[in-house]
C-alpha cells in the first residue's frame, strides 16, 4: 500500500486562507454581540471546517489492485484493471474532482466514467499504476 498526497496549489489556499480572517474580522467588529450571543459565530466556522476537512483529507492510494481516493465526503475506489486512459496535466472543470490543484490527471475507467486527481507527483502514479496494469494509455 502507498499513500499519495494531494496537489495543495492554487485556489484552495486563497479559500482556506480567507476562511480562517473572515470569522476574526467580523468578531473583532462586532465584539459585543459575539460576547452576549457566542453561538453566531458556528455559521461562520462552519464552512472554515469543511475546506479544513477536505484539505486534510485529500489524498490517493494504491492498495490490492485497487486506486483509492478519498477528499472530504468524496470516496471511492477504481479497479485499475478498469483504467483505460490517463490524461497527464490536464485538467477537468466538472465532474467529479477529489482534487485541490490544476494540472492533474484526468483517469478514464470503465466505458465512460472519468476522474479528476491531482496528487503531488504525477508521474509517479502513473508509474505505479502502470506496474499493475500495463495496458494504461498514457496521453500528454
Known sequence: ???YKANRKGLINYLLIGSLILPIVVFFLEKNTFTEKPFII???LSPLALIFWIYFDTSYKIENNEFIYRSGFLRGKIGIPNIKEI???KT???????????NGLIIKFNKYDE???APENNNELISDLLK???EIKITE
Do not use: D
Open 1 to 3: 500500500m502507498k499513500i
Open 92 to 102: 477537468m472543470w466538472s465532474g467529479i474532482k477529489p482534487a485541490l490543484a490544476r
Open 115 to 117: 476522474i479528476y486527481i
Open 132 to 134: 499493475v496494469n500495463s
Open 42 to 44: 458556528l455559521p461562520l
Open 87 to 89: 490524461l497527464k496535466e
